[in-house]
């Protein structure tokens, strides 16, 4: 038990003094750019249509939804965690800071949603998001977030290794905290997310309707 106390404590210690800024950071573009970017698309209703139609298409190429209609937990938890994951990984090419990428992405993919919602009137907009998303999307869209900024902390690093020799940056540490930051922090959060989403969130989207 103390060594789970302790692990924990060193995640919570990482995350304060390392991974904070770029988090909050980070939310607050995903934010703006999904404002931004539904708006812009009110005005694109053709582009709309077709994005939405291939967001479905990849929603549906997944194993996601199971042979009655709904959503699989455990289809949408690996699909998640395999988007945290590549999220992280991403970061270990310097220089190019891909896992920002991946926030634009999603910020997209959620504009166009909501853009689509808009449009059709099938919902409003402000009930999809408070019923629809926030549920598990608080849990799903922070360890989301988290693996993003884990992303750009490691590429940040490997960017001030290469330019500094003498930086006394100790990669292995790093990552050591990276990775029970996954394991304590983000498949917890996945997990939860995943259940919220399968079980809860299709009752309470009755209330957006």
């Given at each position: 038990m103390n060594f789970i106390k302790e692990q924990y404590f060193q995640v919570g210690k990482f995350?304060?003094?390392?991974?904070?800024?770029?988090?909050?950071?980070?939310?607050?573009?995903f934010l703006g750019v999904s404002v931004l970017l539904y708006f812009v698309l009110l005005e694109h209703q053709e582009m709309v249509v077709a994005l939405f139609k291939q967001f479905t298409e990849a929603i549906l190429s997944k194993d996601i939804l199971g042979a009655d209609g709904r959503i699989s937990s455990g289809?949408?938890?690996?699909?998640?965690?395999?988007?945290?994951?590549i999220s992280i990984l991403l970061g270990f090419m310097p220089f190019l800071f891909l896992p920002v990428w991946v926030m634009l992405v999603n910020a997209g993919s959620l504009s166009v949603v909501f853009a689509m919602i808009?449009?059709?009137?099938?919902?409003?907009?402000g009930k999809m998001i408070i019923f629809g998303i926030l549920p598990h999307g608080i849990f799903e869209l922070t360890a989301l977030f988290l693996?993003?900024?884990?992303?750009?902390?490691?590429?940040?690093?490997?960017?001030?290794?290469?330019?500094?020799?003498?930086s006394g940056i100790r990669l292995k540490d790093e990552l050591i905290n990276v990775l029970r930051t996954y394991l304590l922090i983000i498949v917890p959060l996945l997990i939860i997310a995943a259940l919220i989403e399968s079980y809860l969130t299709p009752l309470l989207i009755n209330f957006a309707i």
């Open positions: 995350l304060r003094s390392k991974i904070l800024w770029i988090f909050i950071i980070l939310s607050f573009v289809g949408l938890f690996f699909n998640n965690l395999q988007a945290t994951t808009k449009m059709t009137g099938a919902a409003s907009v693996g993003i900024s884990l992303g750009f902390y490691i590429c940040k690093t490997l960017c001030i290794i290469v330019c500094k020799s003498n």
